[in-house]
């Protein structure tokens, strides 16, 4: 059987407590409302986020030959470029033929076989040069076999009852060894380690599975990143207040994810989706940014293609992520129908060409990043729930911020639905944002929508 990633426990985790019914959501004794007191970089308001996989991206799998892509993302509108982690990996116990990403042996250098520091500084560069930002993946938890800290500090590490480096508990992941958050030395290096990535060029961090470090150390590391320069944090976790407080900006939404999977398989319904939003809005501020994604590198190489687990759903989701209260992410290739589980420990290069997708999400991407209404946190418009006459199969809301209102429509189920609106005050004429056609609300005419069908309206 072949081995999981550093990165996915996340994954098994968040299925794990959605099925045990312990999700954020699940329990009434979580259900507690916080603050953040994060200050987001101003450059985020409006963001989206794209995942890039640089072993898989290009046959040569280098940071140059990347590079020839960034003004294809820069023209489909993409902002923030999210690196998986490029750093060397361990060869000691190394999975595979090439090895996990997530198998760190050096925090401070570049994976030989993406090219050198300076090759990815000068992505770096050009990404800054188009107006993008650049964000790194940050792996806290283990550190490879063989990464120099075992000889320098090997104090950081925690040790099995023999004394001796151990994997993380609990799991398959032998290519690496469990680092020790008690130690202080070690939040120390960690800093000074980012902080060189910061002052290089990076604009922020995803920090891989951070469940078993100390919040306080986020805190801290913010503060110090934020004197060279504002960052971006996101966190791999999902839970309410703790990291949220003060060190990250934004986390996944992994149990929507889960559950959007859910109701595209006819094994949940709009109902769910209406009673999430509504434990979402007690307890998470409007100022915390939340990731939702359709897929991911994890999804892709280990659950499944979009396709095989969204169907004809997948336009409706994406819309869906892409007006809610959320900073949407794409993946390497899914803006070009990527129709493949990528391999994870050998080279699976990306083909790529355009499809019907590709204008479809630059659409997206347009109508996020231009209204107002649909940014990010503070910066845009609470999502206010419409009823209807159908709230078992569709779901509605509106965002308005500044005078800029967008209004939507989901059919969540395999049939059609006619439907009315029960909220009177939306009176106003729109423009209907894929077909440009102008409509005025409140209509005479009950509203139709096909299966999975879904109606974006501007004002």
């Not at 290009?58 to 960034?70: I, K, M, S």
């Not at 090759?119 to 930002?133: P, R, S």
């Not at 493949?340 to 990043?369: H, Q």
């Not at 946190?377 to 006459?389: C, E, Y």
Request: charged share 25%.
């Amino acid at each position: 059987m072949e081995k999981l990633p550093v990165s996915i426990l996340s994954i098994l985790l968040a299925s794990i407590m959605i099925l045990a019914g312990c999700s954020l959501f699940g329990k009434k004794k979580e259900l507690k409302a916080f603050t953040s007191e994060v200050v987001h970089p101003e450059w985020t308001k409006n963001m989206v986020l794209y995942e890039v996989n640089v072993r898989q991206y290009t046959d040569e799998g280098t940071f140059n030959a990347f590079a020839e892509h960034l003004p294809r993302l820069k023209a489909l509108g993409i902002d923030v470029l999210w690196f998986m982690p490029t750093f060397p990996i361990g060869v000691v116990n190394r999975k595979g033929e090439l090895g996990s990403y997530y198998s760190v042996k050096d925090f401070m250098d570049v994976n030989p076989e993406f090219g050198t520091l300076d090759d990815f500084k000068n992505v770096i560069n050009k990404a800054h040069e188009l107006g993008m930002y650049v964000m790194l993946d940050w792996v806290p938890n283990h550190t490879a076999w063989d990464n120099q800290l075992t000889i320098d500090h090997p104090e950081f590490y925690a040790k099995d009852s023999t004394g001796k480096f151990t994997p993380p508990i609990g799991t398959d992941w032998t290519d690496v060894i469990q680092l020790d958050w008690s130690q202080k030395g070690l939040h120390d290096y960690m800093i000074n380690a980012m902080s060189f990535w910061v002052k290089l060029g990076v604009d922020g961090f995803r920090v891989d599975h951070p469940h078993n470090t100390p919040k306080e150390f986020w805190e801290r590391a913010r503060t110090e990143l934020n004197k060279i320069k504002p960052v971006l944090m996101l966190a791999e976790h999902e839970g309410a207040g703790g990291f949220m407080e003060k060190g990250f900006d934004m986390n996944y939404a992994w149990e929507l994810h889960h559950m959007m999977k859910n109701v595209a398989q006819g094994k949940d319904s709009a109902r769910s989706i209406a009673k999430y939003f509504n434990r979402e809005w007690a307890v998470y501020p409007n100022n915390v940014y939340r990731l939702m994604f359709l897929t991911n590198h994890d999804e892709n190489s280990w659950t499944g293609t979009t396709d095989s687990l969204f169907a004809g759903a997948q336009r409706t989701f994406a819309t869906f992520i892409f007006t809610a209260q959320s900073v949407p992410l794409i993946y390497s290739g899914q803006e070009v129908c990527l129709n493949k589980r990528l391999k994870f420990f050998v080279r699976d290069t990306i083909e790529w060409d355009t499809c019907d997708l590709t204008a479809f999400y630059a659409n997206l991407i347009k109508l996020k990043t231009e209204n107002k209404a649909l940014w990010n946190g503070d910066f845009g418009g609470k999502m206010v729930k419409i009823k209807t006459n159908k709230d078992n199969k569709v779901f509605a809301f509106y965002r308005e911020k500044d005078g800029n209102r967008v209004v939507v429509f989901f059919n969540l189920s395999r049939i059609s639905v006619k439907f009315t609106l029960k909220k009177k005050d939306l009176e106003s004429e729109y423009t209907e944002y894929f077909t440009g056609a102008k409509v005025n609300f409140p209509m005479k005419e009950k509203m139709n929508l096909e299966p999975w069908g879904y109606r974006v309206f501007i004002r």
